[in-house]
């Protein structure tokens, strides 16, 4: 069992898990109505992401911190908060230093597949976060945090998911 110390909260449960991408224990939330075997495929779905999904997370996110450095303009130095510099030459694997794992969240399944989102922090953009959205093996979206879970409809013209225009 990958997930570990699951119990009852007011918000459903939660539980810990080691996200081996990273190499970090993360927080598990699960809602209500989920069963536990699904929430544990969710899991081993996380740490088995094909290599072409993992640099697809990291060409968005470097899309993302590129768009919000540009976003803020002049007062970025007033905000930046990061380690590296980003520009169009760093590679995407680089950006994976910027990005904080918090929390993998498994909603309820609608049809096949196995579907979950991640709650994350960014150096680059600390009020709004990351989130990344998995479905099926499939990076389906990347941006601010928003609450995306894997079978909401995501707009392929939307300029605030970093995941359009990116191959895998």
């Not at 007011?10 to 990273?22: C, D, S, V």
Request: one cysteine or more; a negative charge; proline letters at 4%.
């Amino acid at each position: 069992m990958s997930i570990e110390n699951l119990h009852d909260t007011e918000y459903g449960p939660k539980g810990k898990m080691r996200w081996e991408l990273f190499d970090e224990e993360i927080t598990v939330s699960l809602d209500e109505d989920v069963d536990i075997a699904y929430a544990e495929k969710c899991a081993e779905a996380l740490n088995n992401l094909p290599e072409a999904t993992v640099r697809a997370i990291w060409e968005a996110a470097k899309r993302y911190c590129l768009f919000f450095i540009d976003l803020c303009g002049d007062e970025w130095d007033e905000y930046n908060e990061m380690t590296i510099k980003v520009t169009d030459r760093t590679p995407a694997e680089d950006i994976k230093s910027q990005i904080y794992p918090g929390c993998l969240i498994v909603g309820k399944p609608r049809g096949g597949g196995i579907g979950f989102h991640l709650e994350c922090s960014c150096s680059w953009e600390s009020e709004h976060g990351l989130e990344i959205t998995v479905l099926d093996n499939k990076l389906v979206y990347l941006g601010a945090f928003e609450g995306r879970g894997a079978w909401n409809k995501f707009d392929p013209d939307d300029k605030w998911n970093f995941v359009n225009n990116v191959k895998e």
